[in-house]
């Protein structure tokens, strides 16, 4: 399945936080209000219902530096660098 993500999109590991908490690449991270996490099957996921760690994402920010977008990739999506993956006329 390929997925359009943004242009603006960016690579990490994640690993889930108290919510509205989330880490990126080492670092506390903050949820947008109204965020919104897909799954590998790109269905919408609760965060407070995320397992695991290290959980290779791509995710976009918003004006105030807060992920508002994320999305979990499959083994076949993490192995491709993202530029091949955005949708640079978004």
Do not use: C
């Not at 269905?43 to 791509?58: C, E, F, I, Y």
């Not at 977008?69 to 993202?82: G, K, M, T």
Request: overall charge negative; aromatic content about 6%; cysteine-free.
């Amino acid at each position: 399945m390929d997925r359009p993500f943004p242009a603006q999109t960016k690579r990490g590991k994640m690993t889930p936080a108290p919510y509205p908490d989330i880490v990126i690449q080492g670092q506390s991270r903050q949820l947008a209000p109204g965020a919104r996490i897909w799954n590998e099957d790109n269905l919408v996921q609760m965060p407070a219902s995320l397992r695991g760690s290290d959980l290779v994402v791509n995710y976009t920010e918003d004006a105030n530096g807060h992920i508002d977008r994320v999305w979990i990739l499959s083994a076949d999506e993490a192995s491709e660098p993202v530029s091949k993956q955005t949708n640079s006329k978004q």
